[in-house]
C-alpha cells in the first residue's frame, strides 16, 4: 500500500545545531508539503513543492528550507534551530493540479529545540 | 489575517446526538473545502470535502454544508460516536493556489458515552 513515512519520529537537539526531517512517500504524487503545529494554531505551512526541482516559501518559512531531487522526498533543514521552532512537523503529499486537493499526512515529528 | 477560521477550539456532545462544526472563511477565491480529523500522536486524515459549485455533501454520518454567501461551511455528524472524538480540521483550497490548502485551527470535539 502507498504511504508517506517520517523520520524520525521523535528528535531532541540544541539550539543552533543544524537538523534534517526526513519525508518520503510512496503516492507518487507531484505536490509535498511541510507543516507545523502548535498549540492553538492548527497547521502552518512551512514550504511546499510541486514537482522535482521545484520549491516554494510558505507563510512560516524563516530559519527552514527543503529541496526536491526526486519525485519520493522532501526533507525539511533547519539551518540553525532555535527554541521558537520546537513543534510537531507534518509533511503531506497530494496529486498534482485538477485534482481534488486532498492532501495525505505523514504521522508527524515532535521536535524539541533545547 | 486568518483566512479560514474555526472560532470553536472545543465541542462536547452525547453519543448519538448531532455533532456540528463550524468554519468560517475570508478568501473568495477558495473553491473547494475540506475537513480533516486528527488522533493524538496521528497525522490528520482526510474526512469529506466540498466543491464551490455544490452546497451539501454527504458520506455516511457525515454531511457537509456550503454557505457561499455567508462564506461559511459547517461538518454535521450524525449520530456522534465516541471514536469520533478527535481534532477537525478545516481547510480551504483554490485553482489560483493549486493543491496548496489553507488550515483553521481546528475544533476539539468530545463525544461522551
Known amino acids: 500500500d502507498a504511504e508517506i513515512t517520517q523520520s524520525p519520529r521523535h528528535k531532541i537537539t540544541e539550539t543552533g545545531r543544524q537538523v534534517t526531517l526526513a519525508c518520503h512517500q510512496t503516492?507518487?504524487?507531484?505536490?509535498m508539503f511541510w507543516y507545523r503545529q502548535d498549540l492553538g494554531h492548527g497547521l502552518r505551512l512551512i514550504h511546499y513543492?510541486?514537482?522535482?526541482?521545484?520549491?516554494n516559501k510558505g507563510e512560516v518559512s524563516d530559519g527552514y528550507s527543503v529541496s526536491r531531487s526526486n519525485t519520493e522526498d522532501l526533507p525539511l533543514t533547519l539551518e540553525s534551530a532555535a527554541s521558537s521552532q520546537t513543534s510537531v512537523y507534518f509533511c503531506?503529499?497530494?496529486?498534482?493540479?485538477?485534482?481534488?486537493?486532498?492532501?495525505?499526512f505523514g504521522p508527524g515529528t515532535r521536535l524539541t529545540v533545547t | 489575517d486568518q483566512q479560514v477560521k474555526q472560532n470553536s477550539p472545543s465541542l462536547s456532545v452525547q453519543e448519538g446526538r448531532i455533532s456540528i462544526l463550524n468554519c468560517d472563511y475570508t478568501?473568495?477565491?477558495?473553491?473547494?473545502f475540506l475537513w480533516y480529523k486528527k488522533y493524538p500522536a496521528e497525522g490528520p486524515t482526510f474526512l469529506i470535502s466540498?466543491?464551490?459549485?455544490?452546497d451539501k455533501n454527504e458520506d455516511g454520518r457525515f454531511t457537509v454544508f456550503l454557505n457561499k454567501s455567508a462564506k461559511h461551511l459547517s461538518l454535521h455528524i450524525v449520530p456522534s460516536q465516541p471514536g469520533d472524538s478527535a481534532v477537525y480540521f478545516c481547510?480551504?483550497?483554490?485553482?489560483?493556489?493549486?493543491?496548496?490548502?489553507?488550515f483553521g485551527d481546528g475544533t476539539t470535539l468530545t463525544v461522551k458515552p
Open positions: 503531506a503529499s497530494s496529486e498534482g493540479t485538477g485534482g481534488t486537493y486532498e492532501q495525505y
Open positions: 503516492w507518487n504524487h507531484n505536490n
Open positions: 513543492s510541486y514537482g522535482v526541482q521545484d520549491t
Open positions: 478568501n473568495s477565491m477558495f473553491d473547494y
Open positions: 466540498i466543491s464551490s459549485i455544490k
Open positions: 481547510a480551504a483550497s483554490g485553482r489560483t493556489n493549486a493543491g496548496k490548502s489553507t
